[in-house]
């Protein structure tokens, strides 16, 4: 018989957890499950609601980290102890719905190693996220090099073999799972799903939280930003050697040559405003190296009950 884990990463959700569960176990009462739910350092009793389902149910297993690691190192933390013979991530606040998990294992049964998911655009999602999002998927596959890439959502299933390679092969720092599903290949299939609002609680990716993540996510599929760096300096430096002519003939060959200070002043402006804008991005693939060579852990467990082996 399959065995099936589904990977529950939870930071304050006190109040959903109880009503996930019940909802997961009608869905999945033919399969023998294990439910991994992660705490990612919450506050607010989350680790209790999930205690009192570990008391009564065999099946629900928890790692609660020392302090909040985010939503993808604590996903990594459910992918790296899930024991299933496939694994599914899923959100703990309801958006994604667990009868989806039914056609997912479909797919599954039918030979595909991924089955991902594509938000359909739903009123349960704010104006500004289903922007940002339509946004940042085609900045991504205009600057990263899988071109095709479909991000999706973190809700999705993946076979035993495709989660060793992730556990195995994949210790980046700056981890985004989007993109490497999109990036390892293997058979995958897509599924869209249409959100539900969220059962309690407020959204933990704030404004904040999103901008940085979507950088992260760029910077680490590609170096295109760099490129772009060299390419804008190339056409500026164009521009400037013919304008380094124009200037030379007006001050040999007229007498104007004191005129322009509007377009001295907005050329300093320009090259300086790129230089900067370019050095950023040149610090961020920087900061980038700097975490990477120090290799710290993606996160660190404070409390389990997970099985041995
Ligand atoms: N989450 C997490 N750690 C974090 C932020 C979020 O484990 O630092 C979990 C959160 O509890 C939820 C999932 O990741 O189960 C997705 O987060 P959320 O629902 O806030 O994101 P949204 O659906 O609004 O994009
Ligand atoms: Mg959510």
């Not at 018989?1 to 109880?18: A, D, K, Q, R």
């Not at 439910?35 to 570990?54: H, N, P, Q, R, V």
């Not at 760096?229 to 060959?253: Q, R």
Request: proline share 2%; aromatic share 14%; with cysteine.
């Amino acid at each position: 018989m399959v065995f099936i884990s589904v990977i529950i990463p939870c930071y304050n959700e006190c109040g959903n957890l109880i009503a996930l569960k019940a909802a997961l176990d009608k869905v999945l009462t033919p399969y023998k499950k294990e439910y991994l739910f992660i705490d990612d350092g919450s506050t607010d009793g989350t680790l209790d609601e999930i205690k009192i389902l570990a008391e009564s149910d065999m099946n629900v297993k928890y790692i609660s980290l020392s302090r909040n690691f985010g939503h993808q190192n604590a996903l990594k933390a459910g992918i790296d102890h899930a024991k299933g013979d496939c694994l599914i991530t899923m959100d703990a606040d309801f958006q994604h719905q667990p009868e989806i998990i039914l056609e997912m294992l479909q797919k599954w049964q039918d030979g595909y190693e991924i089955v991902y998911t594509i938000k359909n655009s739903s009123k349960n999602i704010s104006c500004f996220k289903r922007f940002s999002a339509l946004v940042y998927n085609k900045l991504f596959s205009l600057l990263s090099d899988s071109p095709n890439a479909n991000l999706g959502a973190d809700f999705r299933l993946i076979d035993r073999k495709i989660a060793d390679i992730l556990k195995n092969d994949f210790n980046e720092f700056h981890l985004f799972y989007r993109g490497l599903i999109s990036w390892i290949g293997f058979n995958s299939y897509a599924l869209n799903y249409t959100p539900e609002r969220r059962l309690t609680g407020r959204s933990k990716y704030s404004y904040k939280r999103m901008g940085n993540f979507a950088v992260d996510g760029i910077t680490s599929f590609s170096i295109k930003p760099l490129r772009i760096a060299t390419l804008v300096g190339f056409i500026i430096s164009s521009f400037a050697f013919f304008y380094g002519l124009y200037a030379l003939y007006i001050s040999f060959f007229t007498d104007k040559a004191i005129t322009g200070w509007a377009s001295v002043i907005l050329s300093i402006l320009f090259i300086g405003g790129i230089q900067l804008l370019f050095l950023g991005v040149i610090g961020e693939y920087l900061g980038k190296m700097f975490f990477e060579v120090k290799k710290r852990p993606h996160y660190l467990i404070k409390q389990k009950k997970i099985d041995a082996h």
